[in-house]
């Protein structure tokens, strides 16, 4: 999973701000402290306001080294908040995370990840991390994709996670990978006044916890011109993985197989980019703890819902998206570029893959707005729109 540095819909002045001045410290070559307002809210998170301050440091080639971001907010559920986002960035585009945070009630966070897509000269590439958090706002509706938005529930995930990846470079675009995790998950009351999870689906699996170890098989292909930022190329993902419930002596064993595949179709002039990708995900075993099944909805697959919105077996995700050049402009002695994308999410969760199964997709119209410093910095905030309302997501990334 992607961790997530802005975790709330009214980070677009945060993320768009953060961005600029990133450009704009490349230049200067020195290290520079902002202080930015931040106003969100969500239907899940609630209402939080208060002060992100950006610290940013380049190197004497006016390059972005260290980006160090302490943020101080107040939320309407988990109330005083205080965090700390820390960042790396070296050359072969190694990068290191570490992020921490603790909130008045119940919520906290620590991470630790390092990515290198070059290990060893090339040819190899190593990921590992770690992290323990707990999320007060999670959402529990039932398995099955005709859950109503009567059935919501919320809950506090407790978990403790570690993960490795090692990978070979068979080309240039190609690399074979394995790896393993490790994930612990224990359900405790949430924060908000909604019924409690555990007390409505006393029954579903996972409620009484897990502990997880997977073993991952993976394939990757890509030929986009570039990872953070790409505007032509393919990328086809695929995986199998076994994973053993430690907790459960009945049915420990279970399995987990992804297919996921885009495709980048830019104009002559690259001013418009149609971006197409598909995402399935199946689930075989007994007793799978429902945290561990395909889930739909949320900042990467259906933007219309929140995450975890319907959970099954199964999953099938269809996304359409034009991203749409809006303008160029320098800021900071630096190009910066500026895109609206609208986009259309359709995507379904299932327990078999019958033909009746296959039909009735839930549909997410949406725009989002993007800035970038290509190849290194890309912001952007999605809104999409559906029958519950709608959903807004902010990152520092594309969505796929």
Known sequence: MKPAICRSTGVLLAVGVTF?????????????????????????????YGLIVPNLVTDQDKELRYLVTPV?????????????????????????????????????????????????????????????????????????????????????????????????????????????????????????????????????????????LGHRATFHYDTRDSLVAPTDGTQVSAYAELNQNLQNGDNPVYYRYALDVTKLLPSESKRLILVVRGNLQTTFGHQVPFYERSSLGGQNNLRGYGVDRFIDDDLVVLNIEERIHVMRTRIFNVAAEFEIAPFVDMGKVFNTFKKRQLQDYVMTPGIGFRAMVRPSVVGRVDYGYSSEGGAVFAGLDFPF
């Open 20 to 48: 600029l001045l990133a450009a704009g410290s490349e230049v200067q070559a020195e290290v520079s402290r902002f202080v930015i307002p931040s106003v969100s809210t969500t239907r899940n998170d609630g209402t939080s």
């Open 72 to 212: 101080f907010v107040l939320n309407t559920i988990v109330g005083a908040q205080g965090s700390l986002n820390m960042f790396r960035y070296d050359t072969g585009g190694r990068e290191m995370r570490v992020i921490a945070s603790y909130s008045e009630k119940i919520e906290r966070k620590l991470m630790f990840s390092y990515i290198d897509p070059a290990f060893s000269n090339g040819r190899y590439a190593l990921s590992i991390g770690a992290s323990f958090y707990k999320n007060a706002t999670m959402r529990f509706f039932g398995i099955s994709q005709d859950t109503p938005e009567s059935n919501e529930t919320n809950y506090t995930a407790r978990e403790g996670r570690a993960h490795w990846k090692f990978g070979v470079h068979l080309n240039e675009v190609t690399q074979i990978a394995v790896g393993e995790r490790f994930r612990q998950v224990r359900v405790q009351r949430g924060a908000t006044d909604l019924p409690f999870t555990a007390a409505v689906f006393s029954t579903v699996d996972g409620i009484q916890g897990a502990t997880i």
